[in-house]
Nanobody
Framework: QVQLVESGGGLVQAGGSLRLSCAAS????????MGWFRQAPGKEREFVAG????????DYADSVKGRFTISRDNAKNTVYLQMNSLKAEDTAVYYC????????????????WGQGTQVTVSS
């Protein structure tokens, strides 16, 4: 099993940047594919970005391509989401997710979830 703790959320003006971190427990972190999802009030949780266990492959939602970058440091058991050129519509609770078998864009493909961190972008 793995436990995930997100950090780095906060309030930022439109056009600004934030970097989210997700710290994972356990010695097998490097075997897990990781994803970032977000959920805005009244909306479904949606895929934002994903990265394979090796970090060699990444995927992004169309809405964040070119603005967000996912990365990982397996030595630190941490995955990051660098968010640039933030927009008001990026406001949501951001969740980190992990799975040892699957890697994809669907919420159901991930077995482990963090508690989330709030990102608020003011326009």
């Amino acid at each position: 099993q793995v436990q995930l703790v997100e950090s780095g959320g906060g309030l930022v003006q439109a056009g600004g940047s934030l970097r989210l971190s997700c710290a994972a427990s356990g010695r097998t972190f490097s075997r897990y594919a990781m994803g970032w999802f977000r959920q805005a009030p009244g909306k479904e949780r949606e895929f934002v970005a994903g990265i394979t266990w090796s970090g060699l492959s990444t995927d992004y939602a169309d809405s964040v391509k070119g603005r967000f970058t996912i990365s990982r440091d397996n030595a630190k058991n941490t995955v990051y989401l660098q968010m640039n050129s933030l927009k008001a519509e990026d406001t949501a609770v951001y969740y980190c997710a992990a799975d040892i078998t699957n890697w994809g864009t669907a919420r159901a493909e991930y077995s482990y979830w963090g508690q989330g961190t709030q990102v608020t972008v003011s326009s």
